[in-house]
């Protein structure tokens, strides 16, 4: 195939409502594609658009009701290197063949309002769908009406998709195609590029160190009632992947003069065992990263101790995630967080206190659940004071001392999870979502750590949870 016959394809990421904020955490999707097409001479380029902070606080004052593109700004970032910011120029689609959309369902009201508006203005454009909304809300997605219907809907794996869309193997017909083919190993598959122009946008810290992130795996072992993860085997990246992309990584910050830097692992993966820790950390270590963060499960910091945590302590490691989820038992018990074996609330606590005695901070992730009465609401906020008070034992890397942080949000029963169905069928008493639910309500964050409601029918009043909510938010410390 020579250049003047080669399709010209853009990479899209629509703002992103779930964190609030583009230049958090790198939507790797689009990054992985674009990576993977070069490898057979194929170039792309890839389209961020956000919300300027001006944008945002409008909206969260309820000055801007009305979503629409045209508040939008966008970072273009060609395959050449250059990049361009601007306020959102329709005009800019003009001209490509194909448009690849990475889409998380809290960012798909956006979607289909630039589908729409595509759909309209530039028909001859092959359309693609992928990400985590159309495999969990696949059925939604294919029924989209005409004028808001995508030509490919990739509910799963995309570099082979792409790849013969790219190629012409596969062309659009009038009606959605839905292909899967997840015949490629991650193994398989090289790092995401980095655009330095992009690099440089994002303001996120570990441990008071500019940090980047990227992911080991894709997947999860845990069955959570909660994640559309946990019905889905681990299947991890290489070894060789993982190195590239830390070098790399490290190289832009070096680039972008930080003296000193960090980087998170964005997976459920990162801390599962001594032997896989000391791997991991060797290969962080190698790169001169200052300091690092991942994340683990209570019971394996319990299981393993120290020769977990010792490892990435030693080679920077100052903070860890860990999903605690809720401090009622009974509420544990429905999440079946283990796979079907027994998970204590008390591990929590002690998960807590071998991390931090080591020196290490805990992000905590805890959730309110529609099922929940008084008493599980007071456990709760009662074992969320105890970690926000439980004493580091170490500073940052700008001397201050380290403070744990626990997140508190209302769950959201997304499609493809354990406690969607359940409540489908009426498995838990006292809670029912609404039929008309729309995908605007689907995240957990959104304003000021809010979430999304999606019930007619809850045990305590939607108010009493925001309340609670409130309270336990007030407890996390001005940094981490």
């Known amino acids: 195939m020579n250049n003047s016959k080669k399709k010209r394809i853009l990479f899209l990421k629509p703002p992103d409502r779930f964190q609030e904020n583009e230049f958090v955490y790198q939507q790797l999707g689009p990054h992985f594609l674009q990576s993977y097409l070069e490898k057979f001479g194929i170039l792309s380029d890839i389209l961020v658009l956000y919300e300027t902070e001006e944008v945002r606080s409008l909206r969260g004052k309820g000055e801007i009701n009305e979503m629409t593109l045209d508040v939008l700004s966008m970072l273009f970032l060609s395959a050449d290197g250059k990049s361009k910011d601007m306020p959102f120029d329709r005009s800019i689609f ?49 029924s989209l009406p005409e004028s808001m219907a995508f030509d490919f809907i990739v509910p799963q794996d995309g570099w082979i998709p792409m790849l013969k869309i790219a190629n012409g193997e596969i062309r659009k017909t009038r009606k959605s195609q839905v292909i899967i083919d997840n015949s490629l190993k991650l193994s398989e598959i090289p790092a995401p590029t980095r655009p330095i122009s992009l690099m440089k946008r994002y303001n996120s810290e570990i441990a008071g160190v500019p940090a980047y992130h990227t992911i080991t795996a894709l997947g999860c072992p845990f069955t959570c009632n909660f994640c559309e993860s946990g019905r889905e085997n681990v299947r991890n990246f290489s070894g060789g992947m993982i190195d590239e992309d830390l070098k790399v990584m490290a190289e832009s910050h070096q680039i972008l003069n930080h003296t000193k830097k960090a980087v998170m692992f964005f997976d459920d993966v990162g801390l599962m065992n001594p032997k896989q820790v000391e791997k991991l950390s060797n290969i962080v270590s190698s790169h001169g990263y200052n300091t690092w963060r991942a994340f683990t499960h209570a019971y394996l910091v319990v299981r393993f101790k120290e020769k977990l945590l010792s ?114 069928n009426g498995q838990l008493p006292g809670v029912e979502m609404d039929p008309q639910l729309g995908v605007e309500s689907l995240f957990f964050k959104g304003n000021n750590a809010g979430s999304g409601w999606c019930y007619i029918k809850s045990r305590l009043p939607k108010e009493r949870y925001e309340e609670v909510q409130a309270l336990r938010n007030s407890f996390r410390p001005k940094y981490k």
Request: hydrophobic share 35%; net charge negative.
């Open 311 to 424: 490892p990435f302590f030693e080679t920077g490691g100052r903070r860890i995630g860990m999903g605690l989820e809720t401090g009622s038992q009974r509420t544990l018990d429905l999440i079946n967080k283990r796979n079907g074996k027994k998970q204590l609330v008390q591990e929590h606590f002690e998960a807590v206190k071998i991390a931090n005695d080591l020196g290490i901070a805990v992000d905590a992730f805890t959730m309110i659940y529609p099922w929940e009465d008084e008493q599980d609401l007071a456990d709760t906020t009662e074992m969320v004071k105890q970690i926000a008070l439980n004493p580091v034992n170490g500073v940052d890397e700008k001397g201050r001392t380290m403070k744990n942080n626990v997140d508190s949000t209302i769950m959201t029963p997304y499609q493809g999870t354990e406690f969607f169905d359940m409540i489908q």
């Open 94 to 142: 003009q001209g490509y063949d194909i448009i690849g959309f990475s889409v998380m369902s809290p960012q798909a009201s956006d979607a289909y309002l630039i589908i729409q508006m595509i759909n309209k203005l530039y028909p001859q454009i092959t359309t693609v769908i992928g990400g985590s909304h159309p495999r969990y809300y696949r059925t939604q997605v294919e």
